[in-house]
């Protein structure tokens, strides 16, 4: 379990709100942060966006095996693979996403969701309880959040999900396979919640905004001074460099052939998103693999 370092009162903290609504623009966003922000003259950084209805799965991951790819299609709700490792993940407008970022020593997921955990409980009277897997649940087990992490040159991001006032019918039908018995790979696997909950089914009347809103100024009160930024659009001028970072998250390259290897029914072999072996008519040696 992750060891953390007590926390100390800072001086500055950078406040960052998206109100973009596709998932390409805001993972572009996180990642520029990432790699930009200065966590000297900056401070930690926190970011709050919420997205059009998207799956997103972890970077070692493999979508066939752990969305409703047809499904997706049908309803055009977007696919993405994120940065980050960890499991498979629903995102709706009813859905807030937190991403925290810190130097690597600062970095401590269990701080930063007891910290949630206690501004919900204490401003709602609710009983949400971070967990030693570093999620939210409620006492029955209704799981309303997971995390995901990367750390790299000496810093750190936990990003974050937060089910405010979702469609969890979508949400399920999003994330089941129909091919789940069809595949075999090494890829990370998700871990499927026993019961999945939201904060609307204990606080009538709940909104992103109203949480987000909550979130922010609960952040701002550990630091003397809070930079507060609202983020309409991209561009290179604004973000030097995001333009690249948006084309591939975008590309059939980043979210299709980053899947691991993996054997679909046992007659087709893929590497690298395309076919190299196949005993069916269906697939053709070469062309990249789709359902």
């Known amino acids: 379990m992750l060891k953390c370092q007590s926390g100390n009162s800072k001086k500055l903290c950078t406040i960052y709100w998206s109100s973009l609504k596709r998932i390409y623009e805001n993972l ?19 970011l709050f966006w919420s ?32 940065h980050s490792g960890g499991g498979t993940v629903f995102h709706g407008l009813g859905n807030l996403n937190v991403s925290i970022l ?75 396979s129909p091919f789940k018995d069809l595949i075999e790979t090494n890829a990370t696997k998700s871990v499927p919640a026993k019961h999945v909950g939201q904060l609307s089914q204990e606080i009538p009347g709940i909104t992103v905004e109203k949480v987000q809103n909550l979130l922010i100024e609960s952040f701002a009160k550990n630091f003397y001074e809070s930079k507060r930024v609202k983020v309409d659009h991209l561009n290179d001028r604004l973000y030097p460099g995001i333009a690249a970072n948006l084309s591939e998250l975008l590309s059939w390259e ?4 980053k899947t691991p290897k993996f054997v679909f029914n046992k007659t087709v072999r893929v590497e690298n998103g395309i076919v190299v072996d196949c005993e069916s008519s269906k697939f053709k040696v070469g062309e990249k693999f789709s359902v």
Request: proline residues 4%; contains cysteine; aromatic residues 8%.
């Open 102 to 176: 810190t130097s690597q020593k600062d970095h401590c997921r269990p701080r930063n969701l007891q910290w949630i955990a206690t501004t919900l409980n204490e401003t709602f009277r609710t009983e949400v309880i971070a967990t030693k897997r570093d999620d939210l649940i409620f006492p029955d087990e209704r799981k309303i959040s997971g995390t995901a992490a990367r750390i790299a040159r000496n810093r750190a991001y936990h990003h974050l999900t937060l089910l405010i006032d979702e469609d969890l019918t979508l949400l399920r039908k999003s994330l089941q």
């Open 28 to 46: 572009a966003l996180e990642e520029w942060l990432f790699r930009n922000h200065d966590l000297e003259s900056g401070g930690d950084l926190i």
């Open 51 to 82: 997205n059009m209805p998207t799956v997103v799965v972890g970077r070692h991951q493999n979508p066939f095996l752990e969305a409703n790819v047809p499904f997706l299609k049908e309803k055009r709700i977007d696919l993405a693979r994120r």
């Open 254 to 257: 980043w979210i299709w052939a």
